[in-house]
């Protein structure tokens, strides 16, 4: 297809997202009859061919709970700029702590920092111009909690042309800021949590989960596109994968269910925290379970990446910039061998990191996490990286027993548990490195 008959379909398409009818949802049930009528293989590698299936209940929530502005600018910014023409070496997704500093002090936390600080704003603002130019498509901002910083809003502002994903503890969303990201309408926001209030607040204090929930409402009424970020522990497991707990989380508005593991780092690990081997095998499944029978979208933060293999970090598809400009594989992992500066381009520094290109070397097809499941050869890697700093390094050591009896659990992803989810996260994710 030629450019003016893209840009047809684009704009046919971003008509049919801003309207408030049926309309979009009647022809994506088209095109599952015309899949299963004229066989079309890349369709139906994509779409199920059941209408009933919950993703299309998603897509009728999507319409008729979503303003029509939000619903625009996913659309126009993230899945209408998948591809990427130029050569370079920034990743499609970006991750950025504005700040290490936070109003919690959540157990376990790995962005906890004696010393409070803040990404400038003149650097972020250059990271962001840089980098959607030349490919980053998802900008992923977090803390500390990214909402201290009074400047963010305008950032969204600024930057319209481009998504973001913000990670927050949801106590801090008011009235005025719901306001402006419905007017802004190109971030998701994810509001972090453990559960009910019960699990919520034993970790990050009294009364959180009721702000959460007050926070929640507010971007409902205003029809901003939100989910939760949940971190499964042997504590919550039950619950936070459990039917009901899902329906309350879809009642309250949540389209975005992301489940994340414990990862023993930062000042103050929590090995009661760590998920059991056989419990992170379990929850793989639970989650494509609860996406399959519920109009939600589920997440799984190391398995959804199997299309790809391995990490964010492993792959190149993503990097974490810290609150103090340097750049980390990821946000778990807060080692780094280079800043960014305002005397380079993004791309020079990225290309000057040698841990970024080491990282790649902890590859693997199978859905994983190089701390979890190769924690002597993270270690060998980071020894290799930082000969002076890190001679004798063998922090992770101790994790070595939990990767042997994981091994035992892991089984690849068979062609029954992959769904729509999986099969649209493999297009794009696969789009994006093209």
């Not at 329906?247 to 975005?256: A, K, L, P, S, T």
Request: aromatic residues 8%.
């Amino acid at each position: 297809m030629n450019g003016f008959g893209r840009l047809l379909m684009q704009k046919a398409l971003l008509r049919l997202i801003r309207g408030d009818s049926d309309r979009l949802l009647r022809l994506l049930r088209g095109t599952v009859k015309l899949i299963s009528l004229c066989k079309m293989k890349l369709l139906a590698d994509i779409f199920p061919t059941d209408v009933s299936h919950p993703f299309f209940k998603v897509i009728e929530r999507f319409q008729k709970e979503i303003n029509p502005f939000c619903r625009e600018q996913i659309f126009r910014n993230l899945f209408l700029k998948l591809k990427n023409n130029t050569v370079n070496v920034l990743p499609p997704t970006l991750f950025i702590s504005l700040t290490s500093r936070c109003n919690l002090q959540c157990v376990g936390c790995s962005a906890h920092k004696k010393e409070p600080l803040d990404l400038k704003p003149e650097l972020i603002d250059k990271i962001i111009s840089e980098a959607k130019n030349k490919g980053t498509r998802l900008f992923i901002l977090a803390g500390g909690e990214p909402f201290l910083r009074h400047d963010i809003l305008p950032l969204l502002k600024k930057h319209d042309d481009t998504y973001f994903q913000i990670f927050t503890n949801g106590t801090l969303i008011n009235e005025e800021i719901a306001e402006t990201l419905s007017r802004t309408g190109n971030s998701l926001i994810l509001f972090s949590l453990e559960g009910l209030s019960k699990d919520t607040d034993l970790r990050r204090g009294n009364d959180v989960f009721k702000r959460i929930i007050n926070s929640m409402s507010l971007l409902k009424e205003r029809g901003v596109l939100f989910g939760v970020s949940i971190l499964v522990t042997p504590q919550n497991y039950d619950l936070v994968t459990s039917i009901d707990f899902i329906e309350g989380m879809i009642e309250r508005g949540v389209f975005f269910t992301w489940f994340l593991t414990y990862k023993p780092v930062g000042d103050r690990p929590d090995l009661t925290m760590l998920i059991p081997p056989s419990q992170r095998h379990l929850l793989s499944e639970r989650i494509v379970e609860i996406r399959n029978s519920l109009p939600v979208i589920a997440i799984d933060h190391e398995s959804d990446m199997s299309p790809v293999g391995g990490c964010l970090a492993t792959t190149g598809m993503g990097v974490h910039i810290n609150a103090k400009g340097g750049l980390e594989p990821c946000g778990i992992l807060h080692y780094f061998d280079t800043f960014i500066s305002d005397a380079e381009s993004v791309e020079d520094s990225l290309r000057r990191s040698e841990l970024l290109k080491e990282i790649k070397s902890l590859y693997t097809l199978s859905p994983s996490c190089p701390l979890i499941d190769r924690p002597s050869e993270l270690s060998e890697m980071i020894r290799r990286v930082f000969p002076e700093t890190y001679a004798d390094f063998e922090d992770f050591q101790f994790l070595e027993e939990y990767k042997k009896t994981y091994k035992n659990h892991l089984t690849p992803l068979s062609d029954t548990g992959r769904d729509i989810y999986t099969n649209i996260a493999e297009y794009v994710l696969k789009a994006t490195r093209s």
